[in-house]
């Protein structure tokens, strides 16, 4: 996994809340493609949430013949993914089906403009695998590599000026949000002030120490299952965004 890459990540979580200006060229969207879009979205997170419940519904019941809760009703989709009739008219195997249910839930993965999965926290649970416990402390970290994303990037430099601060300030001034977020990317190649590290570095550091905790807590398979899904650590989705918090509340309440 590139731990550079979720750095320059760690700012997305504010496009949200953030409008960006729009060009004096740029055409308005067409209403019945903008419903068109909207369907579609609705659609792959029904999608998504299905694929989800089938991953749970695998680990409830490995090793079972059964098949999995929503399994049949996807066979009974004429055009579904997940189960289209063999032509001889034999039944998918399990091996066959979980394979392609792998193959589905990787589409669907909610990835930043870097390849980075932005999973959230119900998502690594299914697919690692993981414990009550293990899912409980994972969020913890998350939550912990959130707050110290936002207290490294509310270090001011010798201006006085943090690279959030220096952010928000663009925004401010109608700066577009992607000039914004390459400015920001910028700034945190900048040394800290009182410290030989820059904050890419520190940054780096951080998500280094979150993956050396979770070595010395999955399984092996678990982790290096962990390694190759290419997740963006500090943007997995807990329901904590105090980055994001941070920018909002000091745009809304200039």
């Known amino acids: 996994m590139s731990v550079g890459l979720s750095l320059i990540a760690v700012a997305l979580s504010v496009y949200a809340v953030v409008d960006e200006p729009v060009s004096a060229t740029e055409q308005p969207v067409n209403s019945t493609d903008n419903q068109r879009m909207d369907r579609i979205e609705q659609r792959l997170d029904d999608l998504s949430d299905e694929v989800l419940a089938m991953l749970r519904a695998q680990r409830r019941d490995k090793g079972s013949t059964s098949p999995a809760p929503g399994a049949a009703a996807a066979q009974g989709k004429p055009n579904s993914p997940l189960a289209p009739p063999a032509a001889d008219g034999t039944k998918p195997t399990k091996d066959q089906m979980s394979s392609r249910l792998a193959a589905l839930e990787n589409k669907l993965r909610q990835r930043n403009p870097w390849g980075q999965w932005m999973a959230s926290v119900d998502e690594l649970d299914a697919v690692l695998e993981l414990t ?95 390694k190759k899904l290419n997740i963006a650590p500090s943007m997995v989705q807990t329901g904590y965004d105090p980055v994001g918090e941070y920018i909002r509340k000091r745009v809304e309440t200039r």
């Open 132 to 226: 009550s416990e293990q899912s409980k402390q994972a969020k913890g970290w998350f939550d912990e590599v959130k707050d110290q994303t936002l207290e490294l990037l509310a270090i001011a430099n010798e201006e006085g000026v943090s690279p959030l601060g220096a952010m928000v300030s663009d925004f401010h001034n109608k700066v577009g949000f992607k000039k914004a977020l390459n400015q920001l990317v910028e700034r945190m190649e900048a040394t800290i002030p009182g410290s030989d590290e820059s904050y890419a570095d520190r940054m780096r550091g951080v998500e280094s120490e979150l993956f050396e905790r979770f070595q010395g807590t999955l399984s092996d398979e678990q982790f290096e299952q962990l």
